[in-house]
């Protein structure tokens, strides 16, 4: 039971261009998102957030909007680099005693292409 | 300001010997968490503390143990080692909602 799920194992993109990942949550009790950078031999590095009281969230050249209704959020990276490719996680956040429990998607890889 | 940092980076082992991973924050963070990597998949978290002398087990805690005496070091402990546990162990620690990862433990079952 995939409780996060990105269905696009890949994503290819031209330099320049905006690039678009998605995630879809099925637990309504998650009341956080985020969104990971990850390079090969690498662990996972913060990227942006977004609380669930939130419709949108703006770091620099990343954005991250959340639809609550259709349980879905993406990440808009622009314009994209080719220092961005890397695998993306989407991330959604449940509280458990007093931390969070953070349960992940599967990933996608982005390829910024020159 | 290293943040979260693990040892070793690789490491093969036999069926059946024992090992500890450690990780170790600089942070001040109360909440540490241990999560495995499998390929193609997200991470799944294996345990977690809330504090020094404070654990609890996540969603795959089979085959693992854990301890915390000190704020700063929550290693990871293998007690009889499987191939099943061949993957990639990610430590973390929280600050709020944020969680920050250490670099990864690289492990191979043989």
């Known amino acids: 039971d995939q409780q996060v799920k990105q269905n696009s194992p890949s994503l290819s993109v031209q330099e320049g261009r905006i690039s678009i990942l998605n995630c879809d949550y099925t637990n309504s009790m998650f009341d956080y998102f985020l969104w990971y950078k990850k390079y090969p031999a690498e662990g996972p590095t913060f990227l942006i957030s977004?609380?669930?009281?939130?419709d949108k969230n703006e770091d620099g050249r990343f954005t991250v909007f959340l639809n609550k209704s259709a349980k879905h959020l993406s990440l808009h990276i622009v314009p994209s680099q080719p220092g961005d490719s890397a695998v993306y996680f989407c991330?959604?956040?449940?509280?458990?005693?007093?931390?969070?429990?953070?349960?992940f998607g599967t990933g996608t890889q982005l390829k910024v292409e020159l | 300001n290293a943040g979260v940092t693990q040892t070793p980076k690789f490491r093969i082992l036999k069926i059946g010997q024992s090992m500890t991973l450690q990780c170790t924050q600089d942070?001040?963070?109360?909440?540490m968490y241990w999560y495995r990597q499998d390929p193609g998949m997200g991470l799944k978290l294996i345990y977690y503390?809330?504090?020094?002398?404070?654990?609890d087990k996540g969603e795959v805690p089979n085959g693992y143990n854990v301890s915390r005496s000190t704020t700063e070091d929550f290693p990871l402990r293998l007690e009889l080692a499987a191939p099943s546990q061949t993957s990639v162990y990610f430590c973390?620690?929280?600050?709020?909602?944020?969680?920050?990862f250490g670099p990864g433990t690289r492990l191979l079952v043989l």
């Open positions: 942070m001040n963070h109360n909440y």
């Open positions: 977004i609380s669930s009281i939130k």
């Open positions: 973390a620690s929280s600050w709020e909602e944020t969680q920050y």
């Open positions: 991330a959604a956040s449940a509280r458990i005693g007093g931390g969070n429990k953070l349960t």
């Open positions: 503390s809330v504090g020094a002398g404070i654990t």
